[in-house]
């Protein structure tokens, strides 16, 4: 007996014009459709008139459910999932019931579309050669703040979502561990009230004061500037200021010391340790 295809398909994150052809298709092709949320599917379904008979599978089913539904493939069924809104996986379930179908050599096919992470990516504004996705940060302070120290040399664009309730907090903490970087929040994206804020920290965190914050959040982040080395400006600062903690030492001495830790050209070293001590605040008194 010929096993069906399981089809993952990508569904609007907002606006329910962004769905493709192809998945349209699809969603009218197979025998049955697991989604996240069937209420919020049967709102798009009915949009586009199809009445493909619709079951669940959520995080808190998907292992129990994807066992049945592998069944029904190995028996020949074709069916498409598809996650609350986007793309499946991408901080969504579907991982689980993937896994299982490829173990069980069933055929797993995407059906490309949405995902609010690279939406937002394409109007930050920042480099999006190559960026790294990280999901939601932890709601806990604590671990945002362990997350975040643990990602400060990171050179690449960063991407999260977060809560509109901790948008406030997570800058707070991004402005303490990062620095005050360019960033982009996007809010809302693709729906009517659709909102992009860029600037650094500072002025984003700013323009959001006292404001009532509503809807999906999307963060983007700058990486952490790199001199031609390759090494993080932050680095070469953060041992620089550690090093002259020791008043003995003079900034030619912590410079000619850098340039050998770091193998890096003294002149290098140099250049950014001046244009810090550049912008530090004047201390004379007024």
């Known amino acids: 007996m010929q096993k069906g295809t399981l089809y993952i398909v990508s569904t609007p994150i907002g606006n329910l014009e962004d769905i493709t052809l192809r998945a349209i298709r699809i969603l009218r092709e197979v025998r049955l459709i697991a989604a996240e949320d069937t209420r919020r599917t049967r709102i798009l379904l009915n949009a586009y008139q199809i009445d493909t008979p619709l079951t669940s599978l959520h995080d808190r089913n998907e292992l129990k459910k994807s066992i049945h539904l592998i069944a029904r493939l190995n028996e020949g069924m074709d069916i498409a999932y598809v996650s609350d809104a986007g793309t499946p996986g991408i901080s969504d379930p579907g991982y689980v019931f993937v896994k299982q179908a490829i173990s069980e050599s069933i055929k797993v096919v995407p059906i490309p579309g949405p995902v609010a992470a690279v939406a937002a990516l394409n109007v930050s504004g920042l480099p999006m050669d190559s960026f790294v996705f990280f999901a939601f940060l932890p709601t806990r302070r604590g671990k945002r703040q362990?997350?975040?120290?643990?990602?400060?040399?990171?050179?690449?664009?960063?991407?999260?979502?977060?809560?509109?309730?901790?948008l406030v907090a997570t800058l707070q903490d991004v402005n303490e561990i990062l620095g005050d970087r360019e960033i982009a929040v996007s809010r809302e994206l693709t729906k009517i009230y659709e909102e992009t804020l860029r600037g650094t920290v500072r002025e984003v965190s700013e323009s959001l004061r006292g404001?009532?914050?509503?809807?999906?959040?999307?963060?983007?982040?700058?990486?952490?500037?790199?001199?031609?080395?390759?090494?993080?400006?932050?680095?070469?600062?953060?041992?620089?200021?550690?090093?002259?903690?020791?008043?003995?030492?003079?900034?030619?001495?912590?410079?000619?010391?850098?340039?050998?830790?770091?193998?890096?050209?003294?002149?290098?070293?140099?250049?950014?340790?001046?244009?810090?001590?550049?912008?530090?605040?004047?201390?004379?008194?007024?």
């Open 211 to 286: 404001k009532k914050i509503k809807g999906e959040i999307t963060l983007v982040i700058s990486g952490a500037a790199r001199d031609r080395s390759g090494r993080s400006v932050e680095e070469i600062r953060a041992r620089f200021q550690e090093a002259r903690k020791d008043p003995e030492s003079s900034t030619r001495d912590i410079v000619d010391a850098l340039s050998e830790e770091m193998n890096m050209p003294r002149k290098e070293i140099y250049r950014q340790v001046l244009d810090f001590i550049n912008e530090e605040p004047d201390d004379e008194a007024s």
């Open 146 to 166: 362990q997350l975040l120290e643990s990602i400060k040399e990171e050179s690449k664009t960063m991407v999260f979502y977060e809560s509109p309730n901790r």
